[in-house]
């Protein structure tokens, strides 16, 4: 009896059972690299202490990342950063799309039509990650560079591809990450942010009113590849005094557009 089929990619003799295939030593490093990248700069102390590590253990860590250029140590207070090795490596996974290359010309035309930031984002283990950005040079912008990331249901761009997902999906988020609430608008509740996914397909696009931080709106819409999956979003964000309810409908349709624009772009198609 011959051999069930493997997955390509790994040595025959393992099976998949990730805890067995893992590399302790390589998952806590990678963690170190996590707090790092959401940090900007840690002392070798508060970072054990945050991994919850021994000291010797992060420092060889952090000496063998260094050697690799993907952690820099700098100043006189021996803070710890991501380094130039750990963004040619993130680098990479820019190019395995065209979506942030399709995405430039017409997010920098939403910049200037709604004199407000432009974001492009994906979803990544079920959180948004935020790809690509063009700012707006207004004093008060939202801010969120490249590499950010952030909870799907309090996100513009994490509901526009939200709505467009399947019910299981939908459950299987909420089920591993819950519904946080960071404002008083923030769709807390399954029954809440199921109604809000059901208008956000009615009219094609998502809106964060305030809801992951007082004060700031988004509004976003999807992106579809060719099988006609919802694979990244682009949105515009900005203080709410500038990006009024009254306004949403214009704003909606030229965000909208933007991500048709790519949609087209890359040979793909809206469902």
């Known amino acids: 009896m011959s051999d069930s089929p493997r997955s390509r ?7 998949d059972k990730t805890d067995q295939n893992t590399v302790q030593a390589l998952d806590r490093a990678i963690g170190l690299l996590e707090l790092l990248a959401a940090n900007s700069g840690m002392t070798l102390s508060s970072l054990a202490e945050v991994a919850d590590q021994p000291v010797a253990s992060v420092y ?54 709604t004199g407000e930031t432009a974001n492009l984002g994906v979803e990544v283990a079920d959180e948004v990650l935020f790809l690509a950005q063009v700012e707006t040079h207004q004093v008060i912008r939202a801010f969120f560079p490249p590499g950010t990331k952030g909870p799907m249901h309090v996100s513009g761009i994490g509901k526009a591809l939200l709505a467009w997902y399947s019910p299981a999906r939908i459950e299987g988020v909420i089920a591993r990450h819950g519904l946080a609430r960071f404002t008083d608008r923030s769709l807390a509740t399954v029954e809440a942010l199921a109604e809000n996914l059901a208008l956000i397909r009615r009219r094609g ?48 349709s030229l965000v909208r557009l933007a991500a048709d624009k790519v949609t087209e772009a890359i040979g793909g198609h809206a469902t």
């Open 9 to 15: 990619g790994r040595p025959k003799a393992f099976n």
């Open 60 to 113: 060889r860590a952090l000496v063998t990342l260094q050697l690799h250029g993907m952690v820099e140590m700098e100043g006189p207070n021996q803070l710890w950063h991501i380094g130039g090795g750990a963004f040619r490596v993130g680098s990479a996974f820019l190019r395995r799309t065209k979506v942030v290359e399709r995405s430039r010309q017409p997010m920098e035309m939403l910049m200037r039509e």
């Open 205 to 252: 696009f998502a809106i964060d009113d305030q809801e992951r931080a007082e004060g700031m709106r988004c509004i976003a819409a999807p992106i579809f590849n060719g099988l006609g999956e919802p694979i990244a979003a682009i949105s515009v964000s900005g203080p709410a005094f500038r990006l009024p309810s009254s306004d949403d409908e214009r704003i909606g």
